[in-house]
């Protein structure tokens, strides 16, 4: 956090709004610029870049902006109307997407701007939104601090992400996270399908948040650039530059102070996790690391999250003397639209949001004695995105979610302590799993003491949601841990909260330009000193006690804490020797809290060059033989064509069979009989995990008897019954029966795998 300047709420000066456009804009088009750059290094064709930003700029920016100026009363900045336009854009994108696929036209997708852009246009009323003159102009330092957050995370993603996944494997010895390929299968099947199904059985319904993949196949087919090419280059990086500017301008709307948004930006993307280990095992999950490029759909969710909370905002009420221009009765639009979207872009947004509602509602009516309609109205809206989620996007499919309490600590607790010792070391994880994720959010601590607990009604909102992620990710369990993604959705509330609280405290210290100065190189130095450290100390500590994992961030945070308990008591001895620090004691500890975790993405990097692709999660190999032979297939096959393949199982243990195969469906975009089955809705949850058997015998049997002892009636009823028209030999799986050639056309052959067409 760098110094800020006091009274940040105030509009900008006259002479901010002459600057010349080259100096005005010199922050966006460095920030662009460095992300080009980190891509070009990472291998992306510059033409691919080129293509992209068209599709950007074109198709997304342009109508979302149109759009947004149109439903909000008053204009405020430009980077706010192009952020929230940008958002809005991909909205109307996800709209358009279904109805172009849905018609049997994806292809045309390319056209649907112009839905938007020929009425604004032809109709008079609307032409005005074309052009717009701001009162109000980001500040320099703003500007320059946010390019500096998007910057800084691109880097992190060439780290961590980048540099260790080639967009297509190169050599036989390739390994990747274990969920990417299913993540690149699912945005294939969105390429010609809708709702798209499971793409590793065909016809199998897909009850699942898939809005994010179906804009990951719209960019593709808009840009035209590569499918792999836009999953493990483009979308990630876009994705997280726009969350971070979308948090910076949203904590600048509803708290009316410009550098509330751009600290919550630095929460969010800067400072990470309060961890003492090596990066590789991540206790509690993460916020942020890791997440972003592992599950692009959570990131996805915050572009419309973000925006949803904005809206929201203004529907339960400003802030008491925010500058900042209303929305009007667009806010109920707004909020309508990202409603509707996030239902479909993570099951965890809706969740946390109703809750947040509902708190807001309970918290007004407890001290108040009222409760506004207008908080009702939207309590009710939530309930309803909710429902319509629950029941027609997952048709009630758990996901293997179950309500079980505290089960993401229990790990850490083991069993057969004394009752006293149980206590103590569940009061202890407890501990680490708030400092671990939620030191972040240590500045609504501070807020709620400037305000003696009195929060305004769109602060409560913010304190719902915050609350409410953490809470339902221990209520709630999940086997594979995805009960985490509730305490990123709350996060996103969080910080901005935080970041408010922050920033009312550096106002109550009024800082000189000297001060500003020094604390922002302390916390600077701050921040390297404990990166240092981890870098040079941290392990990967012992497995066994259970709790041992959760030690070093306990022993870590109690050194700081006797540290800054030290300073507390020669505090006063420090203000008599310079009685400038009177009065700004609280902001001094609150900062160092705050980045106390910046270490945490400088760890996930490291840890990237020894652990990479996934670091405590699983990995499965990606030959380039395999992802050669699907992307044959891709080449040669209509969407439409259902591909068969032996490949079923990750792996075999004991003759179980690890049914988390993705990679053909992954890299052909094609829908397969029976790949690997263990992320299918209904399977999701089951006792046995992925070693659960295929739920259709009759089918798998069909499937397996073409390859180890295939007769014309066999293929004859792959192809009339299940509509199979290729054949996928994996080789290393089991050789495919010779009598394959003489009943089916061989079409590509390499060392590892087969293809044939079915006559």
Request: aromatic share 10%; proline share 7%.
């Amino acid at each position: 956090m760098t110094a800020l300047a006091t009274g940040d709420s105030a509009p900008p000066t006259v002479a901010t709004r002459r600057a010349p456009a080259a100096v005005r804009f010199a922050p966006a088009v460095a920030g662009y610029a460095f992300v080009a750059i980190v891509l070009l290094t990472a291998g992306t064709a510059p033409l691919d870049i080129v293509r992209w930003t068209a599709y950007a700029l074109l198709a997304v920016l342009l109508p979302g902006t149109l759009a947004y100026r149109a439903l909000r009363r008053r204009p405020h900045t430009l980077v706010e109307d192009l952020a929230l336009g940008a958002a809005v854009g991909l909205v109307l994108e996800l709209a358009a997407w279904a109805v172009f696929t849905a018609a049997g036209r994806p292809g045309w997708l390319w056209l649907w701007p112009l839905a938007v852009l020929l009425p604004f246009a032809a109709v008079p009323r609307l032409r005005r939104h074309w052009r717009v003159r701001y009162d109000t102009v980001a500040p320099t330092g703003w500007a320059w601090s946010l390019a500096a957050v998007v910057a800084g995370f691109a880097l992190y993603l060439n780290e961590s992400f980048l540099k260790v996944n080639p967009v297509l494997p190169t050599d036989e010895g390739q390994a990747q996270y274990i969920d990417l390929a299913f993540q690149l299968s699912i945005a294939g099947a969105a390429t010609h399908q809708v709702p798209p199904d499971v793409p590793q059985v065909a016809g199998e319904p897909l009850h699942y948040h898939w809005f994010g993949f179906a804009h990951l196949a719209a960019t593709s087919l808009v840009s035209g650039v590569d499918l792999p090419t836009v999953f493990f280059r483009l979308a990630v990086p876009a994705l997280c530059a726009l969350a971070a500017v979308l948090v910076a301008v949203v904590g600048w709307r509803i708290s009316g102070r410009p550098y509330a948004g751009v600290v919550a930006a630095a929460l969010m993307f800067t400072v990470g996790e309060f961890a003492f280990e090596n990066g590789f095992r991540q206790l509690f999950g993460t916020q942020a690391t890791f997440i972003v490029w592992g599950s692009p759909s959570m990131t996805y969710s915050w572009v419309l999250l973000l925006p949803l909370i904005a809206a929201l905002g203004e529907v339960v009420g400003r802030a008491r003397g925010v500058a900042v221009p209303p929305l009007g009765r667009g806010a109920w639009t707004l909020a309508l639209l990202f409603l509707a979207a996030s239902t479909g872009a993570k099951a965890s947004s809706a969740p946390v949001v109703l809750a947040a509602l509902g708190f807001t509602a309970a918290v007004l009516l407890a001290v108040r004695r009222r409760l506004p309609r207008a908080v009702l109205v939207a309590a009710g809206l939530a309930l309803a995105a909710q429902v319509f989620a629950t029941c027609v996007l997952f048709a009630f499919e758990s996901h293997g979610v179950t309500v079980d309490p505290f089960s993401g600590l229990r790990t850490y607790v083991g069993p057969g302590h004394s009752a006293g010792a149980s206590v103590l070391i569940w009061l202890a994880v407890l501990l680490a799993f708030l400092l671990n994720l939620q030191l972040r959010l240590t500045g609504v601590a501070g807020l709620l003491r400037l305000r003696r607990g009195r929060l305004e009604p769109v602060q409560l909102f913010l304190l719902g949601g915050a609350l409410a992620g953490p809470a339902i990710y221990l209520l709630v369990g999940h086997p594979g841990g995805s009960n985490q993604y509730f305490t990123r959705a709350g996060f996103a509330f969080g910080v901005l909260l935080s970041a408010w609280g922050w920033v009312e405290m550096a106002d109550r210290a009024a800082l000189p330009a000297r001060g500003r100065l020094l604390l922002g190189g302390a916390t600077a130095g701050f921040a390297v000193l404990l990166t240092a450290v981890q870098l040079s100390s941290a392990t990967t500590t012992p497995s066994t006690p259970a709790y041992a994992p959760v030690l070093p961030l306990l022993l870590w945070a109690a050194a700081l804490t006797v540290v800054a308990l030290l300073v507390a008591l020669y505090w006063p001895a420090l203000v008599e020797r310079w009685p400038a620090l009177a009065g700004r004691g609280a902001l001094l500890l609150l900062t160092p809290v705050l980045v106390a975790g910046a270490p945490g993405l400088v760890m996930d990097a490291a840890a990237a060059r020894h652990y990479p692709n996934g670091g405590a999660y699983p990995v499965v190999a990606m030959p380039a033989s395999r992802v050669e032979a699907a992307r044959w297939v891709r080449a040669h096959s209509d969407p439409d064509d259902v591909v068969a393949t032996n490949a079923h199982c990750r792996a075999v243990v004991d003759g179980w069979c690890d049914a988390r195969s993705f990679w053909l469906s992954g890299y052909a975009e094609r829908s397969v009989l029976v790949e690997g089955w263990a992320f299918a809705p209904r399977m999701v949850g089951l006792p046995e995990g992925p070693y659960a058997p295929f739920w259709d015998t009759e089918r798998l049997r069909a499937n397996d008897v073409a390859f180890t002892a295939p007769t014309a009636a066999r293929l004859a009823e792959l192809r009339d019954r299940y509509g199979v028209r290729w054949l996928v030999a994996d080789r290393e799986t089991g050789p495919e029966s010779p009598e394959l050639r003489s009943l089916a056309d061989l079409r590509f052959s390499n060392e590892r795998t087969a293809v044939y067409r079915l006559r």
